[in-house]
């Protein structure tokens, strides 16, 4: 890199984005970072700060023996990414989960982007297409995306943009939670990577519910009053692994009780059995004084909110940080628009990365960005950089979204094992999925090997 080199613009400073001008950085390209608040706020920001976490503050499995988002976690890792070691220093006890203060994240994401000598953040709104005189621009513009932006890319490309309803769950302050109903244990008293030293796994705390007052819960949750959808709203359809609370019981009487109120793996201190029905909530901050209420996504009104889920056994009095919220999610149907390294077909300088890809999570965001940064890195520096082999996490969910999907019924994935290709062999009970972990991570730790120079 000479300081003659050109910068690549990353328009979007969320988990995407930041991760992909992270890259850049490390890499030797300089970058101009835009991010649009507070320019322009969102309707679920709070805060103009990189890497906001707007709904969980859950990275989810960090099992990178057992599970794929432990595997894609751990090629991060390798890959050297910003945002998992901003997780990992800010990490607070969920079980097996990795879960994270979510203003210590953010703060330090930040704090190491406007450190880095090649960074440069603008705080403006990048209203329409890029600029033609930016010849590299990566678009992390999230689910969230600009209305002017968003009309451009479909003006662009001639395809309306799919969209879907992501739905925030509440928070409560850790003083109001009744101790004395509510008790703290981890499903099956698994110990994750937020605990500290000697401590025994009691991560999250537990409301216990009886069958009546399961079904009266249910019955309200039907019953309460939801946010109205506009007229050009109605036919979005939900992200599967974020339902609002209200739809997923709308399935029927029991899917709560098989859903976010498993009550397996958990045991009433009181009585000493399992219960019928239990709402968990997880630490949301280091200091522990605010809790998220596990899978409790919803689009009920907020007095609704206050008024049903103080019904629940241990939260009668409970006093909310945050309720929950509804907000409108828009992604491309990248099968059909981008290419094999993220690259818009209608226009090779645009390349994009995060949700707006149509991946869903924020690891898979964050692992998008990762690799969207490296292949603009490669492209500005004259090597060459293959995009990491489908037999690893991160190839496999590059597969899905650039072509593994069917492009007609394209909606937003989570990465797992099902986007890996089959492994030969005969196996048993987890052993398909260890074996596929422990390929994925030798592939990767291949494909991080420096690339040739490309051809002249």
């Not at 029991?254 to 219960?275: A, E, Y």
């Not at 987890?430 to 040739?452: G, I």
């Amino acid at each position: 890199m000479t300081s003659s080199t050109k910068p690549v613009h990353v328009v979007g400073g969320g988990l995407g984005g930041s991760e992909a001008a992270w890259q850049l950085a490390q890499a030797g390209v300089p970058v101009v970072l835009h991010e649009m608040r507070p320019v322009r706020g969102t309707e679920a920001h709070l805060t103009d700060s990189l890497a906001e976490l707007v709904c969980s503050n859950s990275f989810r499995s960090d099992d990178a023996a057992n599970n794929a988002v432990g595997v894609i976690h751990e090629e991060m890792r390798r890959a050297g990414s910003l945002i998992m070691r901003a997780a990992d220093a800010h990490k607070l006890p969920a079980g097996g989960a990795l879960a994270v203060d979510r203003h210590g994240f953010s703060a330090a994401v930040q704090e190491t982007l406007l450190a880095h000598p090649l960074v440069t953040l603008e705080r403006e709104e990048v209203a329409g297409l890029p600029p033609e005189a930016w010849d590299s621009v990566i678009v992390a513009t999230g689910p969230l995306t600009s209305p002017a932006l968003a009309e451009a890319i479909a003006t662009l490309t001639g395809e309306d943009s799919l969209a879907f309803f992501d739905a925030i769950a509440p928070i409560v302050h850790y003083e109001s939670i009744d101790q004395s109903i509510a008790w703290k244990q981890s499903r099956y008293d698994k110990v994750g990577p937020g605990n500290i030293q000697g401590s025994d796994g009691a991560d999250y705390f537990n409301c216990p519910m009886d069958k009546p007052q399961y079904e009266a819960f249910v019955a309200a949750l039907l019953a309460g009053e939801k946010t109205e959808f506009k007229q050009w709203e109605h036919n979005t359809p939900y992200f599967q692994g974020c339902q609002p609370i209200e739809v997923i019981a709308s399935t029927g009487p029991q899917s709560l009780r098989f859903g976010p109120m498993k009550p397996v793996g958990l045991r009433d201190p009181r009585t000493g059995h399992r219960p019928w029905a239990v709402v968990q909530l997880r630490q949301d901050n280091a200091l522990g004084t605010l809790w998220n209420i596990v899978g409790f996504q919803t689009k009920l009104k907020h007095g609704e909110q206050t008024r049903i889920f103080r019904t629940i056994p241990g939260l009668e009095k409970a006093e909310f940080a945050r309720l929950g919220g509804l907000h409108r999610n828009t992604f491309l149907n990248s099968p059909r628009l981008l290419d094999g390294t993220l690259r818009l077909k209608a226009l090779p300088r645009l390349r994009f990365a995060g949700q707006i890809t149509g991946c869903e999570g924020y690891v898979e965001s964050a692992a998008v960005g990762l690799m969207t940064g490296r292949f603009a890195a490669a492209e500005r520096l004259g090597r060459a950089q293959a995009p990491p082999p489908p037999t690893t996490a991160m190839g496999a969910l590059l597969g899905h979204i650039t072509g593994g999907a069917d492009a007609t019924t394209f909606q937003p994935m989570n990465i797992n094992f099902g986007l890996f290709p089959p492994i030969a062999g005969s196996f048993k009970g987890k052993e398909r999925k260890q074996a596929m972990a422990v390929r994925a991570l030798r592939d990767f730790d291949d494909w991080l090997k420096p690339a040739p120079l490309a051809a002249e």
